[in-house]
C-alpha cells in the first residue's frame, strides 16, 4: 500500500501521550465462500488494511473519538455497567464491553482515537476489526487468539444481532505475515500456509451495494441444511461427491446445486493449501476460478458487475488469479498479484472493469499481514 491513511498516520505517529497503541486488521477471503456456515475450511488472510486505537489505559470509562467520523462526537462505555451506544459504529464497543463483562474479563478503562481504512459494507470486515481493537484496548489480561476471536464473535452475535462466522474475527486476532490461515471451522484449528514469494493481494470493490439481503443469505443457509439432511450427514462438510451423485436424482435441484458448492469448495480449499505450501503456482488461477464459477452458477450469489470484474482482473498481465469474495450479492473480488508492479496492475484491472460496467470501483493492494497487536 502507497497511500498514506489516517489509520496507518495514527499506527506510525501517535499523540505523545498515548500509552497503547493497537491495531487489528481486516481480511480478504482467498477460497471457501459459505463453507464456515457448514462446518467446513477457509483460507482468509489479514490484510494491511487496518483499525487502530491510539490512547492512554486506565481508569474505569471506554472513551473513543473516531478521526473519520467526527461529526459522531465522542463514544463513552461505563466499564461497570456496560452502559453505551446502541446505535452508530459505537454499537459494536458497547456489544464488545458487554461480552467482556459477561465472561468476567478483567478490564481498564481506556481514552483515545481511533481511525480506519477497512471500507465499511465491502465484505472485508471492518466490524470484526474493530470489535478486536476495542477487546484489546480494554483488556487487562492476556487473552490467546483464539478465545478473543470468539469473544468478539459473540459480541457481533449477540450484541449487534449478526449472525457471523468465526472466520472474520480469528483473521484479525490469528494471522501472520506472510501467510493465510486455514481455518477448520469444526475443529477450530488452524494451520499458517506460507504464500509464494512474490504474491500479494489485490482486492476491488465492484462499486454495487453490498446488499446482503438477510432474506437471501439466511435461504441459502435453509438450503444447506436441506441437503445435509437430504444426504443424512451433520452438516454438508461430512458430504462427499460420491454420496451427492448416489442422492442427486432425489434432491431438488436447487438444494443439490448449493450442495455441491459447499461439498467442491470445501475439496478446492485444501488443495490451494497444499498449492500453496508447496510453492507452484500453476494451479491457482484455476482453482479460484473454479471457486468464482461455482459461486456464480450452483450458489447464485455472483452479480454481472463481480463476474464482470473477475473477467477484467484475469485478463490483465500480473494477476495469477480472481474471484468473488464474501458472501456476494455484490461487494468485491480478490486477487493474488505479483507484487513487482502491483499497483500498475490495480490500476489497469480498474480501467478495465470501468470502460466495461462504468462504475467507478474502488481497489486495494495489500500482501498478508500479522493478526492484531498491542504496543
Given at each position: 500500500?502507497?497511500?498514506?491513511?489516517?489509520?496507518?498516520?495514527?499506527?506510525?505517529?501517535?499523540?505523545a501521550?498515548a500509552d497503547?497503541?493497537?491495531?487489528?486488521?481486516?481480511?480478504?477471503?482467498?477460497?471457501?465462500?459459505?463453507?464456515?456456515?457448514?462446518?467446513?475450511?477457509?483460507?482468509?488472510?489479514?490484510l494491511?488494511?487496518?483499525?487502530?486505537?491510539?490512547?492512554?489505559?486506565?481508569?474505569?470509562v471506554?472513551?473513543?473519538?473516531?478521526?473519520?467520523?467526527?461529526?459522531?462526537?465522542?463514544?463513552?462505555?461505563?466499564?461497570?455497567?456496560?452502559?453505551?451506544?446502541?446505535?452508530?459504529?459505537?454499537?459494536?464497543a458497547?456489544?464488545?464491553?458487554?461480552?467482556?463483562?459477561?465472561?468476567?474479563?478483567?478490564?481498564?478503562?481506556?481514552?483515545?482515537?481511533?481511525?480506519?481504512?477497512?471500507?465499511?459494507?465491502?465484505?472485508?470486515?471492518?466490524?470484526?476489526?474493530?470489535?478486536?481493537?476495542?477487546?484489546?484496548?480494554?483488556?487487562?489480561?492476556?487473552?490467546?487468539?483464539?478465545?478473543?476471536?470468539?469473544?468478539?464473535?459473540?459480541?457481533?452475535?449477540?450484541?449487534?444481532?449478526?449472525?457471523?462466522?468465526?472466520?472474520?474475527?480469528?483473521?484479525?486476532t490469528?494471522?501472520?505475515?506472510?501467510?493465510?490461515?486455514l481455518?477448520?471451522?469444526?475443529?477450530?484449528?488452524?494451520?499458517?500456509?506460507?504464500?509464494?514469494?512474490?504474491?500479494?493481494?489485490?482486492?476491488?470493490?465492484?462499486?454495487?451495494s453490498?446488499?446482503?439481503?438477510?432474506?437471501?443469505?439466511?435461504?441459502?443457509?435453509?438450503?444447506?441444511?436441506?441437503?445435509?439432511?437430504?444426504?443424512?450427514?451433520?452438516?454438508?462438510?461430512?458430504?462427499?461427491?460420491e454420496?451427492?451423485?448416489?442422492?442427486?436424482?432425489?434432491?431438488?435441484?436447487?438444494?443439490?446445486?448449493?450442495?455441491?458448492?459447499?461439498v467442491?469448495?470445501?475439496?478446492?480449499?485444501?488443495?490451494?493449501?497444499?498449492?500453496?505450501?508447496?510453492?507452484?503456482?500453476?494451479?491457482?488461477?484455476?482453482?479460484?476460478?473454479?471457486?468464482?464459477?461455482?459461486?456464480?452458477?450452483?450458489?447464485?450469489?455472483?452479480?454481472?458487475?463481480?463476474?464482470?470484474?473477475?473477467?477484467?482482473?484475469?485478463?490483465?498481465?500480473?494477476v495469477?488469479?480472481?474471484?468473488m469474495?464474501?458472501?456476494?450479492?455484490?461487494?468485491?473480488?480478490?486477487?493474488l498479484?505479483?507484487?513487482?508492479?502491483?499497483?500498475?496492475?490495480?490500476?489497469?484491472?480498474?480501467r478495465?472493469?470501468?470502460e466495461?460496467?462504468?462504475?467507478?470501483?474502488?481497489?486495494?493492494?495489500?500482501?498478508?499481514?500479522?493478526?492484531?497487536?498491542?504496543?
Amino acid at each position: 500500500m502507497t497511500d498514506s491513511s489516517r489509520a496507518q498516520q495514527l499506527l506510525a505517529d501517535p499523540p505523545a501521550d498515548a500509552d497503547v497503541v493497537v491495531r487489528a486488521p481486516g481480511r480478504a477471503n482467498l477460497i471457501g465462500e459459505y463453507t464456515d456456515v457448514n462446518e467446513g475450511w477457509v483460507l482468509p488472510v489479514a490484510l494491511e488494511l487496518a483499525t487502530v486505537l491510539a490512547g492512554r489505559a486506565g481508569g474505569d470509562v471506554l472513551r473513543l473519538r473516531s478521526l473519520d467520523l467526527p461529526e459522531e462526537g465522542t463514544v463513552e462505555i461505563d466499564l461497570a455497567t456496560g452502559r453505551g451506544p446502541s446505535s452508530g459504529w459505537g454499537r459494536y464497543a458497547t456489544a464488545v464491553v458487554e461480552v467482556l463483562r459477561e465472561q468476567g474479563r478483567r478490564v481498564r478503562g481506556f481514552d483515545g482515537v481511533l481511525a480506519s481504512d477497512v471500507p465499511i459494507g465491502a465484505g472485508l470486515s471492518s466490524s470484526a476489526a474493530l470489535e478486536v481493537a476495542v477487546a484489546l484496548a480494554v483488556l487487562d489480561e492476556p487473552v490467546d487468539p483464539l478465545a478473543l476471536a470468539q469473544l468478539c464473535q459473540r459480541a457481533e452475535n449477540v450484541g449487534v444481532g449478526v449472525q457471523s462466522g468465526l472466520m472474520d474475527q480469528l483473521a484479525s486476532t490469528g494471522s501472520r505475515a506472510g501467510t493465510a490461515l486455514l481455518l477448520d471451522c469444526r475443529e477450530l484449528t488452524t494451520d499458517h500456509v506460507p504464500l509464494p514469494e512474490g504474491l500479494g493481494v489485490l482486492v476491488v470493490d465492484s462499486a454495487v451495494s453490498r446488499d446482503l439481503s438477510s432474506s437471501a443469505y439466511n435461504e441459502r443457509r435453509a438450503q444447506c441444511e436441506q441437503a445435509a439432511a437430504d444426504l443424512g450427514v451433520r452438516s454438508l462438510r461430512d458430504a462427499t461427491p460420491e454420496g451427492l451423485e448416489e442422492r442427486w436424482s432425489s434432491m431438488d435441484d436447487v438444494v443439490r446445486r448449493r450442495a455441491r458448492h459447499v461439498v467442491s469448495e470445501n475439496a478446492r480449499v485444501l488443495e490451494l493449501a497444499d498449492v500453496l505450501r508447496s510453492g507452484d503456482r500453476g494451479p491457482l488461477g484455476g482453482l479460484l476460478a473454479a471457486s468464482h464459477r461455482s459461486l456464480a452458477e450452483d450458489f447464485e450469489v455472483s452479480t454481472p458487475e463481480l463476474d464482470q470484474l473477475v473477467a477484467s482482473a484475469v485478463a490483465t498481465p500480473g494477476v495469477v488469479g480472481s474471484r468473488m469474495t464474501g458472501a456476494g450479492f455484490g461487494g468485491c473480488t480478490v486477487s493474488l498479484v505479483e507484487v513487482d508492479g502491483a499497483e500498475q496492475v490495480r490500476d489497469e484491472v480498474c480501467r478495465r472493469y470501468a470502460e466495461a460496467s462504468g462504475r467507478q470501483p474502488r481497489a486495494w493492494v495489500s500482501t498478508a499481514a500479522d493478526g492484531a497487536s498491542v504496543r
